[in-house]
């Protein structure tokens, strides 16, 4: 049985705004029910161009169900701008939380959410962008990317929580497994141009000895992988592959694609990764 | 509040019988069976006694019983030993419909790289019989199939099955967890050559399975260890839960009768009634023979976990195929290989009684399921109130 809040059976037991309104503004219908959840939104507003009235139907679980309603009385009285920057973790929030397999109810509530107001802004419903990764919940690889950045996601397990990708036959998991590593090797969409306070020595062994721990390791753990640090001269950093490591001949694209870049990112753009010699 | 309990695939309660059966084995009789001193050796006669009760309710011999802990190690241990045993042969032949602890070793066994045929069934969950005589071959190390399905009940012919297997010298396990003492079973008039089941399904406690293997089946153990079981499964014999399930084995005989009366009876009113009260509702594997205590209805449009949480505001316990109540993100296995469309697959609900339901029982269920329903579609944006939807 789930773990579910006190708020979560509140709003499931007794859920508000069921229905759906006549003449809306916005509008939008999320899920299908192959998946096994859909959201049905509907919003109007008032003369101050607030939300009035929102309502939903659902089809799906208990924590489906509360996320909608949760969602309806959450955004009453915001204005669409102020309703863009509600996010899922929000909708989970004010359930006191969610168990972590059904965060993917609180993000059906977010989708339903900014396509209902896309259609009250008159943008075009977009046929979903992108390439679909998970055949069996149509899945997009800018899906999975808007996930991983909104809720810092790092495993797959998390990845299928949130949105199902991959939680079907699992072919998918390697183009999952891909996306995530893309995800935290590149530099995030805005640089942040901002000067870096000057690390000491000791200060910077530290800092990477943790961005090993805390963002390297657990992404190559999970293909079998590890990494030791062996020393760091100046601004070079000499690392011993472990694990599928040792003998994979990608290892070289791991250490400078991920490890440097990682390391560049979070410690110091001046860091090499070099491997130590056998 | 009082639990109407409607659950009895997933668990049983333990019979007071039972309990009283095993109580002094937990406490003033403590011995080893195996043990030189008579201390150790009254307890040895009360397992040997247990062995004949569990023996006969499948008609075999007491030699023919191994005990486990569980029905999944029995049916590991099963397949385990046939392919042990049948070296040079890499098929096994199994079905789509399987319990996890057959369906999860065998695409384990793919991985390992086995062969493995998965056998369809139609949409009442019937066995094609007619791919499985094909699928037989001089490399079929085992073929395993289970004689109930723990969702549906539907009953699968396995005397039939291990005939033919028998006549191509091929071993044939079946998971017989839900038919023990709901299906007469006479192992002797078969040519089945293991067979598992599990202590908790028929008002034992949990933690004690158990696999039958005709005598002169080539066997190779799973658990290696010291001389029980006759060096077939190693490890002190869990004395409480065997003595326990000596006494349910007695009682599953002499309730054979009422499971397939009193039990089908209420079983019988339960579905024909939640039929005749909520439209768009419909029995998965009603067209085939089934087990007399189980039901699985899919309502259409409404999700399962919705539904079994809100008949647990009234005490009602039963279970779901649908996806979120199984853990995975998908429906039931069972029911996709019967070809349930998604828009019922979802809103599956199973009932499986047992001989301590009470027509009380049947009548919280007929009364309160029918407005739970209505509530959810009422919700559900696929259904449109008071017309039937088209189908999607």
């Not at chain 2, 046939?82 to 369906?103: F, M």
């Not at chain 2, 009768?257 to 029995?283: F, G, M, Y």
Request: net charge negative.
């Amino acid at each position: 049985m789930w773990e579910y809040t006190d708020k979560v059976k509140e709003h499931f037991l007794n859920p508000k705004n069921v229905g759906e309104i006549e003449n809306p503004d916005g509008i939008a219908e999320v899920g299908s029910i192959a998946c096994g959840d859909a959201l049905k939104l509907t919003f109007k507003l008032d003369e101050n161009k607030r939300i009035k009235e929102a309502r939903f139907k659902t089809f799906g679980c208990a924590s489906a169900i509360a996320s909608a309603s949760a969602l309806t009385e959450m955004i009453k009285g915001m204005t669409v701008e102020e309703a863009m920057n509600v996010t899922n973790q929000d909708i989970a929030d004010c359930l006191g939380g969610l168990p972590p397999e059904k965060m993917h109810c609180s993000v059906l509530g977010q989708e339903a959410l900014e396509k209902s107001i896309e259609y009250y802004r008159g943008v075009p419903s977009i046929v979903k962008e992108g390439e679909v990764i998970c055949e069996c919940f149509g899945i997009t690889d800018k899906e999975i990317e808007k996930a991983i950045k909104e809720n810092h996601l790092t495993t797959i397990e998390e990845i299928t929580n949130y949105t199902k990708a991959g939680g079907g036959c699992k072919k998918c998991h390697d183009k999952i497994q891909k996306i995530i590593d893309r995800a935290y090797s590149q530099p995030t969409a805005e640089p942040e141009p901002k000067e870096r306070p000057k690390l000491t020595n000791i200060q910077k062994i530290r800092l990477i000895e943790e961005t090993i721990e805390r963002e390297i390791r657990p992404s190559l753990k999970h293909d079998g992988g590890d990494i030791d640090l062996v020393d760091i001269i100046g601004n070079r950093v000499i690392v011993a592959t472990r694990g599928a490591c040792a003998v994979c001949p990608a290892s070289q694209q791991t250490l400078k694609g991920f490890v440097e870049s990682k390391l560049r990112e979070l410690v110091s753009p001046e860091l090499i990764v070099e491997e130590v010699s056998q | 509040m009082k639990a109407t309990y409607l659950d009895n695939n997933a668990t049983t309660r333990v019979a007071p019988e039972v309990l009283e059966e095993m109580l002094p084995y937990f406490s003033d009789l403590y011995g080893n069976p195996s043990s030189m001193h008579s201390f150790g050796g009254q307890v040895a006669k009360k397992l040997n006694d247990a062995r004949q009760k569990v023996s006969d309710i499948i008609n075999a011999s007491p030699d023919e019983i191994i005990f486990t802990s569980c029905g999944t190690e029995s049916d590991n241990t099963a397949i385990l030993s046939a392919l042990a045993v049948n070296p040079d042969k890499r098929h096994i032949v199994t079905s789509r419909v399987e319990h996890p602890a057959i369906k999860a070793l065998c695409e384990h066994l793919q991985e390992k790289g086995y062969r493995v045929t998965t056998l369809d069934v139609d949409s009442r969950g019937n066995l094609d019989m007619e791919q499985y005589e094909k699928s037989l071959s001089a490399d079929t190390a085992a073929v395993s199939l289970m004689w109930a399905n723990n969702e549906t009940g539907v009953i699968f012919p396995v005397e039939k099955a291990a005939a033919l297997a028998h006549e191509r010298g091929i071993l044939f396990h079946t998971d017989a967890v839900q038919a023990v003492g709901k299906v007469p079973i006479d192992i002797k008039k078969t040519d089945i050559s293991m067979l598992s089941f599990s202590g908790h399904k028929i008002h034992a406690q949990k933690g004690i399975g158990v696999l039958y293997v005709r005598r002169g089946t080539k066997f190779l153990p799973f658990m290696i260890g010291g001389h029980q079981e006759k060096g077939r499964r190693g490890g002190t014999e869990n004395t409480p839960s065997i003595i326990g399930l000596g006494k349910a084995c007695q009682l599953a005989a002499l309730n054979l009768e009422d499971e397939n009366t009193k039990v089908l009876k209420l079983r019988d009113r339960l579905e024909n009634e939640i039929l005749k009260r909520i439209p768009n509702s419909k029995v998965n594997g009603g067209g085939a023979p089934r087990l007399p205590n189980t039901t699985n209805i899919s309502f259409e449009f409404v999700e399962g976990e919705s539904i079994l949480l809100l008949m647990d505001e009234y005490g009602i316990c039963a279970s779901s195929g649908s996806a979120c109540t199984s853990g995975s993100l998908q429906p039931s296995h069972v029911l996709r290989a019967m070809g349930v469309p998604y828009t019922m697959a979802h809103g599956s609900i199973r009932f499986s009684l047992s001989t301590y339901n009470t027509d009380e029982d049947i009548d919280l269920v007929i009364g309160k399921l029918p407005p739970i329903i209505a509530r959810l579609r009422e919700m559900s944006p696929y259904w449109n109130q008071g017309t039937a939807c088209e189908n999607m």
